[in-house]
């Protein structure tokens, strides 16, 4: 797990050149990967339009507020960092469609640990019990829903690394509870902050 600094940002390492650099993530960077990382084609695209204002998506989802320029800037702010230490890239080189980059997916795997181990917590009902497959897939994660497929995915590969403990099932997983050094992940992670799509509040 990537470590984090004093404040409310996540830290993540990137390699440019020979140097490596520690990159400091706001809320809004964090969201944009964990959103777009959702996707069966993941991308973030930017589109503008002199009625509606910008546009920002990440995996098909909304996440600002058109029209609403301080909004705009937030969520464009964020995109930027993750495009200037190259966890995203412009693919249309009109910087309207942004894939990933093989850094980007690695952060988004680490921020998909910390929202699943989160989910997972707060649904136990002590510490020793586990929760039900179904019950950690029900709500969505910034509006919107993860497929089955991912969040197995994701509950593997935190077994791997005994982040928590899986009940198999029929080639599937039952459920899952975390173990101590899950719960100390979430600790050492407790400051790591998302920021919640703007475009549905009012």
Known sequence: MNRI???DEF????????????????????TILASA?????PSVTLNSSMRRGHVLSA???????PGDERSEARWEGGLEQLENYG?????????EVFRMTKAGFDAADQLWFVLILRRIESLQSHEHSYVNFDDI???PFFGQKISEAFLREKLRS?????QLEIVPVDGGIGGARLNDTGRKSLREHSILE???PEANES
């Open 5 to 7: 600094l004093a404040g």
């Open 37 to 41: 990382s959702m996707s069966a084609r």
């Open 87 to 95: 966890f995203v890239k412009d693919a249309s080189y009109k910087r």
């Open 194 to 196: 998302f920021a919640e």
């Open 59 to 65: 995996g098909g989802k909304c996440l600002n507020v």
């Open 137 to 139: 897939i029900d709500e």
């Open 11 to 30: 830290v993540a390492a990137s390699d440019q050149g020979a140097r490596s650099v520690e990159v400091v993530f706001v809320p809004e960077a964090n």
């Open 158 to 162: 935190l077994a791997s690394i005994e």
